[in-house]
C-alpha cells in the first residue's frame, strides 16, 4: 500500500506563488508517475501536472509557463511550483501516484490540499 501526504496550500495573493509537496510512503517496487490534480467547486477533477519515472511532463494547458512539477531523486515525493496564480486557480489540490505495487493498488491519492487565490 501506498500512503499520500500533501503540504503547503494555503491563502495567497493573485500573482504570487506557493509551493505543494506530496510525500510518498510505503511499499511500492517502483513509482511509475506522480501528478497534482484539482477540484474547483462545481468543476471536475482535472490533471494539473503529471511527471514520469523517466522525467517527462505534462501540464494543462491552463499552467504552462506558470507551473513547475519536479520530484526528488527517490521519486518519493512531488513539488508543484506555482507562480503567477490567479484566482481560477483556486481548488482543492490532490496528489496521485502510479505505482509498480507489490501488493495492493496501483494508483493512490492523496486528502488534498486547499489552495486559495484571492486578494
Known amino acids: 500500500q501506498v500512503q499520500l501526504v500533501e503540504s503547503g496550500g494555503g491563502l495567497v495573493q493573485p500573482g504570487g506563488s506557493l509551493r505543494l509537496s506530496c510525500a510518498a510512503t510505503?511499499?511500492?517496487?517502483?513509482?511509475?508517475?506522480m501528478g497534482w490534480y484539482r477540484q474547483a467547486p462545481g468543476k471536475p477533477r482535472e490533471l494539473v501536472a503529471a511527471?514520469?519515472?523517466?522525467?517527462?511532463?505534462n501540464y494543462a494547458d491552463s499552467v504552462k509557463g506558470r507551473f513547475t512539477i519536479a520530484r526528488d531523486n527517490a521519486e518519493n515525493t512531488v513539488a508543484l511550483h506555482m507562480n503567477s496564480l490567479k484566482p481560477e486557480d483556486t481548488a482543492v489540490y490532490y496528489c496521485?501516484?502510479?505505482?509498480?505495487?507489490?501488493?495492493?493498488?496501483?494508483?493512490?491519492w492523496g486528502q488534498g490540499t486547499q489552495v486559495t487565490v484571492s486578494s
Open positions: 496521485n501516484t502510479k505505482v509498480r505495487p507489490v501488493f495492493g493498488r496501483t494508483d493512490y
Open positions: 510505503g511499499t511500492w517496487f517502483s513509482i511509475n508517475a
Open positions: 511527471i514520469t519515472s523517466g522525467g517527462n511532463t
